[in-house]
């Protein structure tokens, strides 16, 4: 079964792309990420937290 996307989906998609790649962009300037490439696949970035983002995960989500 196909589904039939319209032009606007495109554009929705590549919106919420930018608006991903600024989030990490200013996780990245606070120093909580840090992307690392793919060691089998240099097309991907890996998004990791450092350990001042590790630590802010931890204060923020309390363990259940």
Partial sequence: R???????C??????Q????TRIVDTLE??????RLND???QRIKRVVLTHA??????DVVPIM
């Fill in 2 to 8: 196909r589904l039939k996307l319209g032009a606007g």
């Fill in 10 to 15: 495109l554009i929705t998609s590549r919106i």
């Fill in 17 to 20: 792309i930018a608006i991903k």
């Fill in 29 to 34: 300037k606070k120093n909580l990420v840090v």
């Fill in 39 to 41: 060691q089998l696949d």
């Fill in 53 to 58: 983002g590790k630590q802010l995960f931890s």
